[in-house]
Protein backbone atom coordinates (compact mmCIF):
# COMPACT_ATOMS: atom_id res chain seq x y z
CA UNK A 1 0.00 0.00 0.00
CA UNK A 2 1.58 3.45 -0.80
CA UNK A 3 2.80 5.58 2.02
CA UNK A 4 0.26 7.98 3.71
CA UNK A 5 2.18 10.86 2.24
CA UNK A 6 1.92 9.11 -1.69
CA UNK A 7 -1.92 8.63 -1.13
CA UNK A 8 -2.45 12.53 -0.81
CA UNK A 9 0.15 13.47 -3.30
CA UNK A 10 -0.90 11.68 -6.39
CA UNK A 11 -4.52 12.94 -8.07
CA UNK A 12 -5.75 10.58 -10.85
CA UNK A 13 -5.89 11.80 -14.02
CA UNK A 14 -9.36 12.51 -15.29
CA UNK A 15 -10.60 9.90 -18.36
CA UNK A 16 -10.83 11.95 -21.87
CA UNK A 17 -9.00 13.59 -24.40
CA UNK A 18 -7.38 16.33 -21.58
CA UNK A 19 -6.46 13.20 -19.73
CA UNK A 20 -4.89 11.31 -22.37
CA UNK A 21 -2.95 14.73 -23.55
CA UNK A 22 -1.54 14.93 -20.23
CA UNK A 23 -0.84 11.73 -19.76
CA UNK A 24 1.33 11.95 -23.35
CA UNK A 25 2.93 15.06 -21.77
CA UNK A 26 4.33 13.37 -18.76
CA UNK A 27 6.02 10.47 -20.93
CA UNK A 28 7.77 12.49 -22.53
CA UNK A 29 8.37 14.77 -19.26
CA UNK A 30 9.51 11.59 -17.22
CA UNK A 31 11.98 10.93 -19.88
CA UNK A 32 13.61 14.20 -20.03
CA UNK A 33 13.79 14.94 -16.43
CA UNK A 34 15.72 11.42 -16.33
CA UNK A 35 18.48 12.87 -18.42
CA UNK A 36 18.39 16.16 -17.45
CA UNK A 37 16.99 16.48 -14.24
CA UNK A 38 13.64 18.20 -13.02
CA UNK A 39 15.42 21.42 -12.67
CA UNK A 40 16.41 21.02 -16.26
CA UNK A 41 12.79 20.32 -17.21
CA UNK A 42 10.81 23.31 -18.30
CA UNK A 43 7.88 24.21 -20.02
CA UNK A 44 9.75 25.58 -22.79
CA UNK A 45 11.96 22.96 -22.83
CA UNK A 46 8.69 20.03 -22.71
CA UNK A 47 6.70 22.31 -25.26
CA UNK A 48 10.15 21.87 -28.19
CA UNK A 49 9.94 18.27 -27.06
CA UNK A 50 6.13 17.91 -27.52
CA UNK A 51 5.48 20.19 -30.39
CA UNK A 52 3.20 21.98 -28.53
CA UNK A 53 2.81 25.58 -27.51
CA UNK A 54 3.73 27.35 -24.14
CA UNK A 55 0.40 28.51 -23.70
CA UNK A 56 -1.20 24.95 -24.57
CA UNK A 57 1.66 23.42 -21.88
CA UNK A 58 0.52 25.86 -19.38
CA UNK A 59 -2.99 24.80 -19.59
CA UNK A 60 -1.90 21.47 -18.20
CA UNK A 61 0.88 23.02 -15.76
CA UNK A 62 0.05 26.11 -14.19
CA UNK A 63 3.91 26.46 -12.71
CA UNK A 64 7.48 24.52 -12.79
CA UNK A 65 6.81 22.90 -9.48
CA UNK A 66 4.10 21.62 -10.61
CA UNK A 67 4.79 20.28 -13.59
CA UNK A 68 7.97 18.87 -11.57
CA UNK A 69 5.48 17.16 -9.17
CA UNK A 70 3.28 15.93 -11.71
CA UNK A 71 6.18 14.22 -13.03
CA UNK A 72 7.36 12.07 -10.09
CA UNK A 73 3.68 11.09 -9.93
CA UNK A 74 3.63 9.52 -13.66
CA UNK A 75 7.14 8.28 -12.57
CA UNK A 76 5.90 6.64 -9.65
CA UNK A 77 2.87 5.15 -11.41
CA UNK A 78 5.35 3.70 -14.30
CA UNK A 79 7.62 2.47 -11.29
CA UNK A 80 4.58 0.22 -9.66
CA UNK A 81 2.93 -0.67 -12.78
CA UNK A 82 6.59 -2.15 -14.08
CA UNK A 83 7.93 -3.41 -10.73
CA UNK A 84 5.59 -3.85 -8.37
CA UNK A 85 2.63 -5.00 -9.48
CA UNK A 86 3.65 -7.87 -11.69
CA UNK A 87 6.13 -9.06 -8.87
CA UNK A 88 3.74 -8.63 -6.02
CA UNK A 89 1.60 -11.90 -7.63
CA UNK A 90 4.13 -14.19 -6.49
CA UNK A 91 3.30 -16.76 -3.51
CA UNK A 92 4.41 -14.58 -0.20
CA UNK A 93 7.59 -15.09 1.37
CA UNK A 94 11.04 -15.55 -0.31
CA UNK A 95 9.71 -15.85 -3.96
CA UNK A 96 7.90 -12.44 -3.59
CA UNK A 97 11.06 -11.06 -1.84
CA UNK A 98 13.11 -11.98 -4.55
CA UNK A 99 10.39 -11.06 -7.34
CA UNK A 100 10.47 -7.60 -6.64
CA UNK A 101 14.52 -7.26 -6.21
CA UNK A 102 14.62 -8.87 -9.85
CA UNK A 103 12.16 -6.67 -11.36
CA UNK A 104 13.40 -3.67 -9.74
CA UNK A 105 16.57 -4.77 -11.26
CA UNK A 106 15.31 -5.93 -14.98
CA UNK A 107 13.54 -1.96 -14.66
CA UNK A 108 16.50 -0.24 -13.94
CA UNK A 109 18.93 -2.68 -16.38
CA UNK A 110 16.74 -2.04 -19.74
CA UNK A 111 16.48 1.46 -18.95
CA UNK A 112 12.67 2.26 -18.76
CA UNK A 113 13.26 5.72 -18.76
CA UNK A 114 16.46 7.30 -21.43
CA UNK A 115 18.33 8.20 -18.40
CA UNK A 116 18.01 5.18 -16.69
CA UNK A 117 16.18 5.07 -13.44
CA UNK A 118 14.33 7.93 -12.55
CA UNK A 119 14.11 8.22 -8.91
CA UNK A 120 17.88 7.31 -8.62
CA UNK A 121 18.90 10.18 -10.26
CA UNK A 122 15.80 12.24 -8.95
CA UNK A 123 17.12 11.18 -5.60
CA UNK A 124 20.49 12.78 -6.32
CA UNK A 125 19.18 15.80 -7.40
CA UNK A 126 16.89 17.27 -4.55
CA UNK A 127 18.52 15.23 -1.35
CA UNK A 128 19.27 18.99 -0.02
CA UNK A 129 16.82 20.77 -1.98
CA UNK A 130 13.93 21.48 0.30
CA UNK A 131 10.45 21.83 -0.89
CA UNK A 132 7.18 19.84 -2.00
CA UNK A 133 8.86 18.29 -4.84
CA UNK A 134 12.09 16.43 -2.44
CA UNK A 135 9.28 15.75 -0.06
CA UNK A 136 7.71 13.95 -2.84
CA UNK A 137 10.18 12.17 -4.01
CA UNK A 138 11.28 11.11 -0.01
CA UNK A 139 8.04 9.91 0.20
CA UNK A 140 8.17 7.69 -3.09
CA UNK A 141 11.39 6.00 -2.18
CA UNK A 142 10.74 5.59 1.69
CA UNK A 143 7.54 3.53 0.09
CA UNK A 144 9.98 1.30 -1.57
CA UNK A 145 12.04 0.76 1.34
CA UNK A 146 9.31 0.37 3.34
CA UNK A 147 7.72 -2.44 0.70
CA UNK A 148 11.38 -4.47 0.76
CA UNK A 149 11.21 -4.46 4.78
CA UNK A 150 7.32 -5.82 4.90
CA UNK A 151 8.38 -8.49 2.42
CA UNK A 152 11.56 -9.09 4.21
CA UNK A 153 9.42 -9.32 7.72
CA UNK A 154 7.06 -11.86 5.80
CA UNK A 155 9.45 -14.35 4.85
CA UNK A 156 10.95 -14.23 8.31
CA UNK A 157 7.52 -14.99 9.72
CA UNK A 158 7.16 -17.45 6.89
CA UNK A 159 10.30 -19.17 8.88
CA UNK A 160 12.42 -18.90 5.56
CA UNK A 161 14.77 -15.94 7.13
CA UNK A 162 16.53 -17.17 10.37
CA UNK A 163 14.44 -14.82 13.33
CA UNK A 164 18.10 -12.53 13.49
CA UNK A 165 17.71 -11.15 9.97
CA UNK A 166 17.10 -7.57 10.48
CA UNK A 167 14.53 -6.19 7.77
CA UNK A 168 15.31 -2.38 8.32
CA UNK A 169 19.28 -3.61 7.69
CA UNK A 170 18.49 -5.89 4.75
CA UNK A 171 15.93 -3.38 3.08
CA UNK A 172 18.85 -0.46 3.38
CA UNK A 173 21.26 -2.69 1.99
CA UNK A 174 18.90 -4.02 -1.03
CA UNK A 175 18.20 -0.14 -1.78
CA UNK A 176 22.12 0.83 -1.50
CA UNK A 177 22.69 -2.19 -4.11
CA UNK A 178 20.35 -1.32 -6.63
CA UNK A 179 21.03 2.60 -6.35
CA UNK A 180 24.74 1.90 -6.85
CA UNK A 181 24.10 -0.63 -9.70
CA UNK A 182 21.87 2.05 -11.01
CA UNK A 183 24.43 4.73 -10.63
CA UNK A 184 27.85 2.71 -12.15
CA UNK A 185 25.64 1.19 -15.75
CA UNK A 186 24.68 4.98 -16.34
CA UNK A 187 28.26 5.95 -15.59
CA UNK A 188 30.15 3.42 -16.99
CA UNK A 189 27.43 1.20 -19.37
CA UNK A 190 28.54 -1.47 -17.97
CA UNK A 191 25.87 -4.24 -17.55
CA UNK A 192 28.12 -6.18 -14.58
CA UNK A 193 27.37 -3.75 -12.21
CA UNK A 194 24.03 -5.23 -12.27
CA UNK A 195 25.19 -8.77 -12.39
CA UNK A 196 27.10 -8.11 -8.89
CA UNK A 197 24.12 -6.56 -7.15
CA UNK A 198 21.92 -8.90 -7.58
CA UNK A 199 25.49 -11.35 -6.77
CA UNK A 200 25.64 -9.13 -3.36
CA UNK A 201 21.78 -9.29 -2.30
CA UNK A 202 21.78 -12.96 -3.02
CA UNK A 203 24.75 -13.07 -0.73
CA UNK A 204 23.26 -11.47 1.50
CA UNK A 205 19.95 -13.62 1.51
CA UNK A 206 21.91 -17.22 2.28
CA UNK A 207 23.40 -15.63 5.19
CA UNK A 208 19.97 -15.41 6.74
CA UNK A 209 17.91 -18.11 5.07
CA UNK A 210 16.74 -20.81 7.33
CA UNK A 211 17.92 -24.09 6.26
CA UNK A 212 16.02 -25.73 3.17
CA UNK A 213 14.42 -22.35 2.06
CA UNK A 214 14.10 -21.90 -1.12
CA UNK A 215 14.21 -18.97 -2.88
CA UNK A 216 13.84 -17.29 -7.22
CA UNK A 217 16.78 -16.26 -9.32
CA UNK A 218 17.39 -12.49 -9.23
Request: charged share 20%; net charge positive.
Given at each position: ??????????????????????????????????????????????AEATGMSKSGLFA?????????LATVQAARSVFMEQ??????????????????VASWMDYAEREMFRGGCFFAAVSVEFDSRPGPVK?????????WRETLVRLLRESREAGELARGADPEQLAFEFMALELGANGAYQLHRDHRA??????AIKDRLRTFSAPGARFAPL
Open positions: MPSPALRTAIVPLRPGKGALTRQAILQEAVNLASVSGLEGLTIGSLHFGSKEELQVFQPALQAPRGLKRLCAVDLVAACMTDFAMARR
